[in-house]
């Protein structure tokens, strides 16, 4: 649903569709990143989304209950074609930002900033 959220947003920019796309996918790999390892599948802890929108920006924050994990040490597997477990290196590919880091308040934190190419690109 937080990609669902994002195209209704993009729905009223003038940006290429694709980059919508790509940032939707992240979102939702964060996301389900938040609540498998984040929050460990307990439906009682929240998961928060927040998106900030600027002209050819978007920013979207998620945060989750969760010890996080050593982002500074991880690294890619070598197995690209493994079926779970990719999820950071799809955020790296579609973002132009991504951070890990821990929120003021204390809660994990994936923020990742797209910059939106123009609708009139060849590639949209």
């Not at 998961?47 to 500074?72: H, M, N, S, W």
């Not at 290196?89 to 890990?100: A, G, K, N, V, W």
Request: hydrophobic share 35%; net charge negative.
């Amino acid at each position: 649903m937080p990609d669902a959220v994002l195209m209704e947003i993009g729905s009223d920019m003038e940006c290429c569709r694709k980059s919508l796309e790509e940032l939707g996918t992240s979102v939702i790999e964060a996301c389900t990143n938040a609540m498998e390892h984040g929050n460990e599948l307990d439906d009682s802890l929240p998961i928060q989304v927040i998106y900030e929108v600027e002209e050819a920006r978007i920013t979207i924050t998620v945060l989750d209950e969760g010890p996080g994990f050593d982002f500074k040490h991880w690294q890619p597997s070598d197995e690209l074609m493994r079926q779970r477990g990719r999820g950071i290196q799809i955020m790296r590919e579609f973002t132009d930002e991504l951070e890990f880091s821990r929120h003021e308040d204390g809660r994990f934190m994936i923020r990742m900033v797209k910059e939106l190419e123009p609708a009139d690109e060849e590639d949209c």
